[in-house]
C-alpha cells in the first residue's frame, strides 16, 4: 500500500494539562480561588484537588492567625515533596519574613513563583509560564464556559459573592489591609450580574461576603452603575434591595455577613423585617467597652452598640445576631471584660464566638501595653464562652414548637432516614444546623438544595431538632 492510501489512525489527542489546587482559609480566599479555577476552566486546563498526576500544583493560602501560616506553609512543603512544581497565591504570599525577604520564599525556596491575595491575573501568568495553555480551537473560541458566575467550590445549593476587597480601616490586631491593600469595591453592575447569574443556575442561599460590607462603594462614593437597564447606586442599601428582588422569583436567600454597626445599617433592618434578605447580620464586634473598642481602632467604635442593637430587634424582632469576639486584648482589665459579659447578657447575641487573644506577627496591637499571660486570655475566653452559650441556647430553646423554614444540605436516601439543614438562623460552616427527623409522611421526601417546612421539635447544644412536614 503506498504511504498516501495508509490510513493513519486518528490523532490522539493530547491530555489537557492538569493543574493540582488546593484552597485554604476563609469565604474570601475561597472566591479568589473560585476566580482562578474558572480562568484554569476557561483556558482548557483540568484542575485535581490532589498533587499525584498534576503538572503542577497551585496553593491557595491564608495568613491570617499562626495556625493558618503554619498550615499554609505545611501544605507548600508537601506540595513540593508530593510534585515539586508550585505557585502560591494568597495572604501568606503577601507576607514577610524575618528581614524583610518574602517569608513563602524564605521558607521555600524552590517554589515557582508566589503571588498575593485576589491576584488571579498574576496566577494566570505563572501557570503559562510554567505550564503552556493547551491550544483548543472549540475552547478558545468560549470566552467563559461557566457563565458569569464562575466555577464555585461551595455545594451547588449555596454560593458565596464578593463584593469587594481589601480594607479602610486599621484594626490594630489585624494585618489584612497590608496583605489586601485598601478597600476596592467591585462595579455593582458586575455584583449583580454574577448574583442573577448564580440564582439562574440553582444557587438557592447567597451569602455576601467582603471585609468591610457597610463600607460598599465609599471608595467609588458609592458610583451609579447599571443593572438591567436601571441606574443603581454602589452602595451597601441599593445593593441589599436589588439582591433581594432578584432573588425573590427563584425564592432564594440573601445572607449578610461583615457588617458593621454604622448608621447606615438602620436602613437594611426594615428589609430584613419584610422579608427582601434574610433578618440574620453578621457583625464582628470583637468588644462592647469603648477603651478597648479604642485600642483596637475597630470601625464605628464610638457608636452606642447595645442600643443600636435593641433598636433593630425592636425594628425586626426576627433578627438574629452572630458576631465575633476578643478576649484579653492587650491592656484589658477586669472591668472592661465585665462589661463585655454584661453585654453579651443584654444584647443576647445569637451566634457568638470568641477568641483569646493571640500577637499576629507584624500586628500594631502587639507594641499596646499590658500584654496579659496566655492563661488570663484564655481564662478570660472560656468565660465569655459559658456565658454565650448559655444566652444562645435559651434563644435555641425559644424556638422550641415553632414552625421554620429550612434548607436542607444533605438528605441520603431522599431523606427517608432524615437530614440536616439550616434554618435563616444559621450560616453554613459557623452556625449550627437543624437535625431533620425522618418524615412522619411516607410520600415525603428530602432533597438537597431544597426548602422543606419543619416543626422544632428540641435543641441540642448549638443544634435544633425538628420534624419536617
Ligand atoms: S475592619 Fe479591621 S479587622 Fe476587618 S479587615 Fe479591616 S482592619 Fe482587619
Not at 497565591?89 to 524583610?100: D, I, M, Q, V, Y
Not at 458609592?222 to 425564592?251: C, H, N, S
Not at 456565658?387 to 425559644?398: P, W
Request: proline share 7%; aromatic share 6%; with cysteine.
Amino acid at each position: 500500500m503506498s504511504e498516501a492510501t495508509t490510513l493513519s489512525p486518528p490523532p490522539i489527542s493530547k491530555p489537557a494539562p492538569k493543574v493540582g489546587f488546593v484552597s485554604l482559609g476563609c469565604p474570601k480566599a475561597l472566591t479568589d480561588s473560585e476566580l482562578i479555577l474558572t480562568q484554569l476552566s476557561a483556558e482548557g486546563y483540568q484542575t485535581s484537588k490532589t498533587f499525584q498526576g498534576a503538572d503542577l500544583v497551585i496553593v491557595n493560602t491564608c495568613g491570617f492567625i499562626d495556625d493558618a501560616v503554619k498550615e499554609s506553609l505545611d501544605t507548600i512543603g508537601e506540595a513540593l515533596a508530593e510534585n515539586g512544581r508550585v505557585i502560591v497565591t494568597g495572604c501568606l504570599g503577601a507576607k514577610t519574613g524575618e528581614g524583610g525577604g518574602n517569608l513563602v520564599r524564605q521558607m521555600h525556596p524552590k517554589v515557582l513563583a508566589v503571588t498575593g491575595p485576589h491576584a488571579t491575573q498574576e496566577v494566570m501568568d505563572a501557570v503559562h509560564l510554567n505550564l503552556p495553555k493547551p491550544h483548543d480551537p472549540f475552547i478558545d473560541l468560549v470566552p467563559n464556559s461557566f457563565g458569569s458566575a464562575g466555577i464555585k467550590l461551595t455545594p451547588r445549593h449555596y454560593a458565596y459573592l464578593k463584593i469587594s476587597e481589601g480594607c479602610n480601616h486599621r484594626c490594630t490586631f489585624c494585618i489584612i489591609p497590608s496583605m489586601r491593600g485598601d478597600l476596592v469595591s467591585r462595579p455593582i453592575g458586575d455584583v449583580l450580574k454574577e448574583a442573577h447569574a448564580l440564582f439562574a443556575g440553582g444557587v438557592k442561599e447567597l451569602l455576601v461576603i467582603s471585609q468591610d460590607t457597610s463600607a460598599y462603594g465609599v471608595d467609588v462614593k458609592y458610583r451609579t452603575g447599571f443593572w438591567d437597564g436601571k441606574p443603581v447606586k454602589t452602595r451597601m442599601l441599593e445593593l441589599v434591595q436589588t439582591l433581594g428582588e432578584i432573588a425573590e422569583p427563584y425564592g432564594a436567600w440573601v445572607r449578610l455577613h461583615y457588617v458593621y454597626p454604622y448608621p447606615s445599617v438602620d436602613e437594611i433592618v426594615p428589609l430584613m423585617a419584610t422579608g427582601k434578605v434574610l433578618p440574620y447580620l453578621d457583625v464582628p464586634l470583637q468588644h462592647s467597652h469603648p477603651d478597648v473598642l479604642k485600642r483596637m481602632k475597630r470601625p464605628a467604635s464610638g457608636e452606642r452598640n447595645l442600643e443600636r442593637i435593641q433598636q433593630w430587634r425592636a425594628a425586626c424582632p426576627e433578627l438574629v445576631i452572630r458576631s465575633t469576639f476578643i478576649a484579653g486584648f492587650p491592656g484589658e482589665t477586669e472591668e472592661e471584660f465585665s462589661h463585655l459579659l454584661d453585654f453579651m447578657r443584654e444584647a443576647r447575641i445569637d451566634r457568638a464566638g470568641c477568641f483569646a487573644y493571640s500577637a499576629v506577627d507584624g500586628a500594631v496591637a502587639n507594641d499596646i501595653p499590658g500584654m496579659l499571660p496566655m492563661e488570663l486570655r484564655e481564662e478570660r475566653r472560656a468565660r465569655f464562652m459559658a456565658v454565650a452559650e448559655e444566652v444562645s441556647a435559651s434563644m435555641l430553646q425559644g424556638r422550641v414548637g415553632s414552625t421554620m423554614q429550612i434548607l436542607v444540605d444533605s438528605a441520603p436516601g431522599m431523606g427517608k432516614k432524615g437530614g440536616v439543614g439550616r434554618s435563616y438562623a444559621d450560616a453554613p460552616e459557623i452556625d449550627g444546623v437543624v437535625r431533620l427527623l425522618p418524615p412522619e409522611k411516607i410520600s415525603k421526601t428530602l432533597k438537597v438544595g431544597e426548602f422543606t417546612k419543619a416543626r422544632i421539635v428540641g435543641a441540642q447544644g448549638h443544634d435544633l431538632v425538628a420534624q419536617p412536614f
